[in-house]
């Protein structure tokens, strides 16, 4: 821009911005220097509809031209936003100006983004950019224009500003913004302290029994399969809301796998390991100690895609270990994965594959940061606002010291999950996948099916996990039940029935058939099969449910009743001659840190 320009914009701004010719100009110009991740937005502003952008232009002066006339008669503008709720925004008509300005500018931008003509994935990645900037951008960020801040710092003489250095300095040295006070909670002690036995143990995990809570168990043992991503115990908090003894309870012999975090000693391993030397391996040890031929497998996220590629595998060699499988907030289809598609395309994992595919580790610490980044303004802006200018101390939280206590990733097993799950969706596909020497061919496993998605889920949209009904049991939609919980991806599966809280919904199992997934090859016996039937879509499935009051639990705990056999006296001591317990539950490899 040009200083004619500049004076011109600078002495009558509304004018100037009324002038179509100049709107586009000024766009072009003044956004790439200052605001480098604008530049693709702005590039992409010849992607949009003509109309639709000059809709957004006259919309976005008239408001501006309304904001500007509130700020002369110092009328204190409305502030629908949870972070501009405390009253010392309100408090300065400055302080309220600025905020009101940027949620102007901040839906303008994300207009225009959601606005871009462009592929889905690409118009994702436009999204999740102007998000970030825009979130990151906010008032309340800053020292400078946040007044509740400001007010602390003079209310508290400077001692505010003095802790929030120390704790931005303590948190530099950790590498993470700290989510809560993690000297309040130690693994073992108040949480992961539903009573067992480590009955085994190989360098990738242990197993862990739990000691039974009630007289008679079902005969038939439940197998827990946790992500590898993050430690298990996020299914075992506190008493009152831990999964894991909820299972107990219910009469159900539980055996947990407990992953190890891995160090450089692992940086080999691969997804195959994780599939053979770890669901096969615990499923067998599972079957010796419980002398049950049947288990009714479990796995939650990444230990689900795990647990069913475990079942797979031992399909195509003959055996049908599981009694039932339940699987929660897992992906089998890859289609659609949600905000995670912006990190998914063939340069990001070419790039993670020349320096992890042959060794290595992902470390745990960018894991958790790109999760964070999915949740800016809950997982990193509160934080920063709250410990570092407002020099608070972070409360204890049991699930957010969870979510720091963070796990690294095997880089063969991390690059081959991305490629072939991720980014080619090869899982989905009868035969597409070879895991531990075998063709994987998810409609082979029989058994019947409990699978459990979260409305609000960003990680697994719960229409991703729906679609896992169109793959198993193929033409046996009946054997397959699908429940919907309300919030995300982890608050919705932790979800007690003591509590009482939130909903879910279910409705019949048998539904409409639409085709499945056409197979790429054979199967691994050779043998070609019929198109499988897969349930209706998620939309219609919701459109007939039914909701509920309460926690999805017990519709799980039905389930397992249902699949669980006959009741037999419970075993008081665990493991067997073969299996000897090594050390109470929860074991050492759950307290390795990754820091």
Not at 61 to 86: G, V
Not at 235 to 249: C, H, T
Not at 267 to 284: H, M, N, P, T
Not at 360 to 387: C, E, H, I, K
Request: net charge neutral.
């Amino acid at each position: 821009m040009n200083q004619t320009d500049a004076q011109s914009l600078a002495s009558n701004p509304m004018a100037h911005l009324t002038d179509p010719a100049a709107w586009q100009k000024w766009l072009s110009e003044m956004a790439p220097p200052a605001l480098p991740m604008t530049s693709a937005l702005v590039d992409a502003a010849a992607q949009i509809d003509a109309a639709t952008l000059e809709g957004l232009r006259v919309s976005y002066l008239q408001r501006a031209a309304q904001l500007w006339q509130d700020l002369a008669t110092m009328k204190t503008p409305e502030l629908h936003d949870r972070r501009f709720a405390a009253p010392e925004w309100r408090a300065n008509p400055l302080a309220a100006f600025s905020a009101a300005s940027y949620l102007l500018n901040a839906e303008f931008l994300t207009a225009m983004a959601d606005a871009v003509a462009a592929p889905h994935r690409e118009q994702q990645k436009i999204r999740f950019a102007v998000q970030q900037m825009v979130d990151a951008l906010s008032p309340a960020n800053f020292l400078a224009t946040n007044p509740e801040a400001q007010q602390k710092l003079i209310d508290s003489k400077g001692e505010s500003l003095t802790r929030g250095l120390k704790n931005m300095l303590a948190d530099m040295q950790k590498g993470r913004i700290s989510l809560s006070d993690e000297s309040a909670f130690e693994v073992g002690r108040n949480v992961a302290t539903t009573a067992g036995q480590v009955v085994y143990e190989n360098p990738l995990f242990q197993l862990i029994q739990y000691t039974p809570l009630t007289g008679q168990v079902h005969r038939v043992p439940l197998l827990m399969v946790p992500p590898c991503i993050n430690k298990f115990y996020i299914l075992d908090l506190q008493p009152e809301n831990s999964v894991v003894r909820y299972a107990v309870e219910q009469g159900n012999t539980v055996f947990l796998v407990s992953w190890r975090n891995p160090d450089q000693a692992l940086a080999g391993i691969s997804w195959d390991d994780y599939v053979e030397r770890g669901a096969i391996e615990a499923l067998k040890v599972t079957q010796d100690i419980s002398g049950s031929d049947k288990v009714n497998a479990f796995g939650f996220c990444v230990g689900g895609t795990i647990m069913a590629s475990a079942l797979a595998v031992l399909a195509a060699r003959g055996e049908q270990p599981a009694a039932s499988l339940t699987l929660l907030t897992t992906l089998l289809d890859f289609e659609d994965t949600g905000v995670l598609d912006v990190f998914i395309d063939e340069q990001q994992v070419a790039q993670r594959e020349r320096a992890l595919a042959k060794g290595g580790l992902m470390p745990g610490r960018d894991l958790a940061t790109t999760f964070s980044s999915l949740r800016p303004n809950d997982l990193v802006w509160n934080y920063v606002q709250s410990n570092y200018l407002k020099g608070n101390e972070p409360p204890p939280f049991d699930l957010l010291y969870w979510n720091s206590d963070s796990t690294n990733l095997p880089g063969p097993m991390f690059c081959f999950y991305l490629r072939n799950m991720y980014l080619e969706n090869r899982l989905r596909v009868p035969g597409g996948l070879t895991t531990a020497g075998a063709a994987v061919d998810l409609g082979a496993i029989a058994a019947p099916v409990f699978i459990y998605g979260s409305k609000e889920d960003h990680i697994v949209p719960p229409a991703a996990a729906y679609k896992s009904l169109g793959l198993l049991n193929p033409g046996h939609p009946a054997r397959n039940r699908f429940v919907l919980g309300a919030s995300g991806h982890i608050a919705g599966v932790i979800n007690p029935a003591s509590k009482g809280k939130r909903s879910y919904w279910t409705a019949p199992a048998a539904v409409p058939a639409v085709p499945a997934a056409k197979p790429a090859t054979r199967s691994a016996k050779g043998k070609g099969r019929a198109q499988a039937a897969a349930p209706a879509s998620y939309d219609a499935w919701l459109a007939g449910a039914t909701e509920h009051k309460g926690s999805w639990w017990g519709e799980w705990a039905i389930f397992l009743a249902e699949n669980g056999g006959d009741r037999v006296p419970a075993r008081t001591a665990l493991g067997n001659a073969r299996f000897a317990p090594i050390e109470p539950a929860p074991g050492r490899y759950v307290k390795v840190r990754a820091d």
